[in-house]
């Protein structure tokens, strides 16, 4: 047995929340109305907060808000309220960057827990021992630190350490670029980033233009723009090093992406703290992981400093990509059939897979559909109905049906 | 009496006294493994060299300890310290809080410089309480919000009137790994520096280089020279020129600047002369102008 890591995940609403501590998060992160970074990512108000807490809180799971803007003279505004409104609400902790906001958040919300955020880059244990002696309680590793810096850490400090695990990631040091601020007049560090990385971009020599060169050759143009993360190979290495938390980026990113994510890591870490000796890594939780997959993915930083494979240039190979078709409300063992909400087309004749909480998936062809009142459809096609189909295997509640992108139905006959 | 402090990059002991006698009141030195973009090989003996130098005119020597830095600089970093506090130098510039941590237990007076991370009072408050005895504010920052911060705070705030700021800073090597993916000679990558052009803007031009710490791009030029009168009735006195690009022409810029700032306090300066001197001083590659720095804080969103 190993201790356990706490898998942290992203939720961009009330409804993603529940799903991914359903999926098996330990905990989640969220945004307020202010003083965040995703300005359009859902945010939180006080009152779904609340829900969310309760709901989490019954589940042993917690809830953390992100508030990791790098404010200018008179964001701050209004912090010391913000801060302990969560705190009364019983949020778990604050994620923040800022010295201003994290004295803000220690010295007005006195009992509410401080993380430092990813923003704010900290890459050595001298670092966590300053903000550990401040009173934070955890660190959120800049992205670039590897496996070897973050043993040594934890070695030299004893303050909890939480790095990101999976998704998309920024080129740069995080918070060390204004690219969109100086190109669009959006503040990357106040939730207004262009993601301007990720442009093609001309690209000069001593005062030639190569660019004309390079377009002559039919050459790439220069881009800045990173595969996503995916550590779920290395979840043992992670552990033995004992980082504290596995965090998963993603606020902005789909209920389907959320489950499926918990799904896997839940089941890769459960399996190899309950018994790490005997722990192999079964490829389905990869071949999993790939079906919310929107980038190609690699292990970032942790083994070495991105080469170009890591580096997204060209046309973006093809990654299969699936849809969130239906969520299960109910399931009748006696008929077989499952209960769904709608929430994109299906027909009659397409495959399809349920996937459940505890890694539970089987794939379906869809071979009846009715509505409510037991009539035959052809397809769901209305946002959130209400229908009924026969599964070959049991399903329950908030198990998810995705289906294929872009791939014809099958017709039966 | 008002004392405004011209604050510049110098790359060898020689230009450092050139500078000197150009008006330069603090050299900003460093080298790539503890300080972030910087030009020139200043070895310890070399920072010896030109504090002894700055010291024998009056003038002082700041020198970069502003990187990220990562376990093996932070074990590195209180040896290079005791080193610097043994030569003299005046003061560091950081921006890491460990490094600012070790900094202090050395005993050696530091500028809060954690580049695009600096935007307020209350931040540069909050590390003026851990010992800053000045603050470089991001170069995002508009003049408006600068004069604000400036009012807030008894410390000094460094203003950019001169040269380019980084706008990127990635640990990969970007422009390595592009040269690998076109199949052109990698070596060739960290020798020089590149220009990028934005989509919308052909015309544009971003230099980009590489070193130890990774990739790096810049602004264009930006200049505040029409705005030096502006910076001294609200009291932003310390005013940092960066030489990255302007090679040969930089002593004549500082120069400039220094005739800028006895015409601001004796009331001849000319702001249209001013500005027309240093256009004709500007290496024509670059594009002077003034970035963030006149926008309206709400203009940004």
């Given at each position: 047995?190993?201790?356990?890591?706490?898998?942290?995940?992203?939720?961009?609403?009330?409804?993603?929340?529940?799903?991914?501590?359903?999926?098996?998060?330990?905990?989640?992160?969220?945004?307020?109305?202010q003083?965040?970074?995703?300005?359009?990512?859902g945010?939180?108000?006080?009152?779904?907060?609340?829900?969310?807490?309760?709901?989490?809180?019954?589940?042993?799971?917690?809830?953390?808000?992100?508030?990791?803007?790098?404010?200018?003279?008179?964001?701050?505004?209004?912090?010391?309220?913000?801060?302990?409104?969560?705190?009364?609400?019983?949020?778990?902790?604050?994620?923040?960057?800022?010295?201003?906001?994290?004295?803000?958040c220690?010295?007005?919300?006195?009992?509410?827990?401080?993380?430092?955020?990813?923003?704010?880059?900290?890459?050595?244990?001298?670092?966590?021992?300053?903000?550990?002696?401040?009173?934070?309680?955890?660190?959120?590793?800049?992205?670039?630190?590897?496996?070897?810096?973050?043993?040594?850490?934890k070695?030299?400090?004893?303050?909890?350490?939480?790095?990101?695990?999976?998704?998309?990631?920024?080129?740069?040091?995080?918070?060390?670029?204004?690219?969109?601020?100086?190109?669009?007049?959006?503040?990357?560090?106040?939730?207004?980033?262009?993601?301007?990385?990720?442009?093609?971009?001309?690209?000069?020599?001593?005062?030639?233009l190569?660019?004309?060169?390079?377009e002559?050759?039919?050459e790439?143009?220069f881009?800045?723009?990173?595969?996503?993360?995916?550590?779920?190979?290395?979840?043992?290495?992670?552990?033995?090093?004992?980082?504290?938390?596995?965090?998963?980026?993603?606020?902005?990113?789909?209920?389907?992406?959320?489950?499926?994510v918990?799904n896997?890591?839940?089941?890769?870490?459960?399996?190899?703290?309950?018994?790490?000796?005997?722990?192999?890594?079964?490829?389905?939780?990869?071949?999993e992981?790939?079906?919310?997959?929107?980038?190609?993915?690699?292990?970032?930083?942790?083994?070495?400093?991105?080469?170009?494979?890591?580096?997204?240039?060209?046309?973006?190979?093809?990654?299969?990509?699936?849809?969130?078709?239906?969520?299960?409300?109910?399931?009748?063992?006696?008929?077989?059939?499952?209960?769904?909400?709608?929430?994109n087309?299906?027909?009659?004749?397409?495959?399809?897979?349920?996937?459940?909480?505890?890694?539970?998936?089987?794939?379906?062809?869809?071979?009846?559909?009715?509505?409510?009142?037991?009539?035959?459809?052809?397809?769901?096609?209305?946002?959130?109905?209400?229908?009924?189909?026969?599964?070959?295997?049991?399903?329950?509640?908030?198990?998810?049906?995705?289906?294929?992108?872009?791939?014809?139905?099958?017709?039966?006959? | 009496?008002?004392?405004?402090?011209?604050?510049?990059?110098?790359?060898?002991?020689?230009?450092?006294?050139?500078?000197?006698?150009?008006?330069?009141d603090r050299?900003?030195?460093?080298?790539?493994?503890?300080?972030?973009?910087?030009?020139?090989?200043?070895?310890?003996?070399?920072?010896?060299?030109?504090?002894?130098?700055?010291?024998?005119?009056?003038?002082?020597?700041?020198?970069?300890?502003?990187?990220?830095?990562?376990?093996?600089?932070?074990?590195?970093?209180?040896?290079?310290?005791?080193?610097?506090?043994?030569?003299?130098?005046?003061?560091?510039?950081?921006?890491?809080?460990?490094?600012?941590?070790?900094?202090?237990?050395?005993?050696?007076?530091?500028?809060?410089?954690?580049?695009?991370?600096?935007?307020?009072?209350?931040?540069?408050?909050?590390?003026?309480?851990?010992?800053?005895?000045?603050?470089?504010?991001?170069?995002?920052v508009t003049?408006?919000?600068?004069?604000?911060?400036?009012?807030?705070?008894?410390?000094?705030?460094?203003?950019?009137?001169?040269?380019?700021?980084?706008?990127?800073?990635?640990?990969?090597?970007?422009?390595?790994?592009?040269?690998?993916?076109?199949?052109?000679?990698s070596e060739?990558?960290?020798?020089?520096?590149?220009?990028?052009?934005?989509?919308?803007?052909?015309?544009?031009?971003?230099?980009?280089?590489?070193?130890?710490?990774?990739?790096?791009?810049?602004?264009?030029?930006?200049?505040?020279?029409a705005?030096?009168?502006?910076?001294?009735?609200?009291?932003?006195?310390?005013?940092?020129?960066d030489?990255?690009?302007?090679?040969?022409?930089?002593?004549?810029i500082?120069?400039?600047?220094?005739?800028?700032?006895?015409?601001?306090?004796?009331?001849?300066?000319?702001?249209?002369?001013?500005?027309?001197?240093?256009?004709?001083?500007?290496?024509?590659?670059?594009?002077?102008?003034?970035?963030?720095?006149?926008?309206?804080?709400?203009?940004?969103?």
């Open positions: 047995m190993k201790q356990r890591p706490e898998l942290l995940a992203p939720a961009g609403n009330l409804e993603k929340l529940k799903m991914a501590i359903h999926y098996g998060a330990d905990a989640v992160y969220i945004g307020g109305q003083f965040g970074l995703r300005s359009r990512a945010n939180f108000s006080y009152d779904e907060m609340r829900e969310g807490v309760a709901f989490a809180h019954a589940r042993s799971a917690k809830v953390y808000v992100a508030a990791n803007m790098v404010t200018h003279e008179g964001d701050i505004e209004g912090a010391g309220d913000f801060f302990r409104t969560l705190r009364d609400i019983g949020i778990d902790a604050v994620i923040v960057s800022d010295p201003a906001m994290i004295e803000t220690l010295s007005e919300a006195e009992g509410l827990p401080v993380h430092l955020s990813t923003q704010a880059s900290a890459t050595n244990y001298e670092t966590l021992r300053f903000w550990k002696e401040e009173g934070l309680e955890r660190v959120v590793l800049a992205r670039e630190v590897s496996m070897d810096e973050i043993v040594q850490m070695q030299e400090v004893d303050v909890e350490i939480e790095t990101f695990v999976h998704g998309a990631m920024c080129i740069s040091y995080s918070g060390r670029c204004t690219l969109s601020n100086h190109m669009t007049l959006r503040d990357a560090n106040r939730g207004g980033c262009a993601q301007s990385c990720r442009w093609k971009y001309g690209f000069f020599e001593e005062g030639d190569l660019t004309e060169e390079m002559a050759r039919d790439e143009p881009s800045m723009s990173s595969v996503d993360l995916s550590m779920v190979r290395h979840i043992p290495d992670l552990v033995d090093a004992g980082v504290d938390s596995l965090k998963v980026e993603g606020r902005m990113k789909s209920i389907h992406y959320v489950a499926t918990c896997v890591y839940r089941q890769v870490i459960d399996a190899y703290c309950e018994d790490p000796e005997n722990f192999e890594f079964d490829p389905a939780w990869e071949e992981i790939w079906k919310a997959a929107q980038r190609e993915l690699a292990s970032g930083f942790y083994y070495g400093i991105p080469t170009e494979k890591e580096q997204l240039f060209g046309k973006p190979r093809s990654i299969p990509q699936y849809a969130f078709a239906a969520r299960v409300i109910s399931y009748d063992e006696a008929s077989g059939m499952a209960t769904l909400e709608q929430r087309l299906f027909s009659i004749g397409e495959e399809v897979e349920f996937f459940g909480p505890g890694f539970v998936r089987f794939s379906q062809v869809i071979e009846t559909i009715e509505d409510v009142d037991g009539q035959p459809l052809q397809s769901a096609n209305q946002a959130m109905m209400t229908i009924r189909v026969k599964v070959d295997e049991p399903v329950a509640t908030d198990f998810i049906m995705r289906k294929r992108k872009g791939v014809p139905a099958r017709i039966l006959v | 009496m008002m004392m405004i402090q011209l604050v510049t990059t110098a790359q060898s002991v020689e230009q450092a006294e050139a500078l000197i006698k150009a008006g330069t050299l900003y030195i460093g080298s790539s493994r503890f300080g972030l973009r910087q030009k020139g090989d200043w070895t310890i003996d070399a920072v010896r060299e030109v504090t002894q130098l700055a010291h024998r005119y009056g003038k002082e020597v700041t020198v970069a300890v502003n990187n990220l830095m990562h376990n093996e600089h932070i074990q590195e970093l209180p040896d290079y310290l005791q080193a610097l506090k043994a030569i003299g130098v005046d003061d560091v510039t950081a921006g890491d809080p460990g490094a600012i941590r070790l900094i202090r237990q050395a005993k050696i007076p530091y500028w809060y410089d954690a580049q695009t991370l600096v935007t307020s009072s209350k931040q540069i408050q909050f590390w003026a309480k851990r010992e800053a005895i000045g603050a470089v504010v991001a170069r995002e003049l408006e919000e600068l004069v604000l911060i400036q009012q807030q705070i008894g410390l000094p705030v460094e203003v950019q009137v001169y040269g380019p700021t980084c706008i990127h800073h990635s640990k990969r090597p970007l422009v390595t790994n592009y040269f690998n993916e076109l199949g052109r000679p060739e990558a960290k020798q020089r520096e590149f220009y990028m052009s934005e989509p919308a803007d052909a015309s544009s031009r971003y230099p980009i280089y590489e070193d130890e710490n990774g990739t790096h791009i810049f602004s264009e030029d930006l200049t505040l020279m705005q030096l009168p502006t910076l001294v009735k609200h009291g932003l006195h310390t005013w940092k020129l030489g990255w690009h302007a090679g040969e022409q930089f002593v004549e500082v120069q400039l600047f220094t005739i800028a700032r006895a015409n601001l306090l004796n009331g001849q300066f000319d702001r249209i002369e001013m500005e027309h001197r240093l256009r004709e001083l500007q290496p024509e590659a670059f594009r002077l102008g003034t970035g963030l720095l006149l926008r309206k804080p709400e203009e940004i969103k």
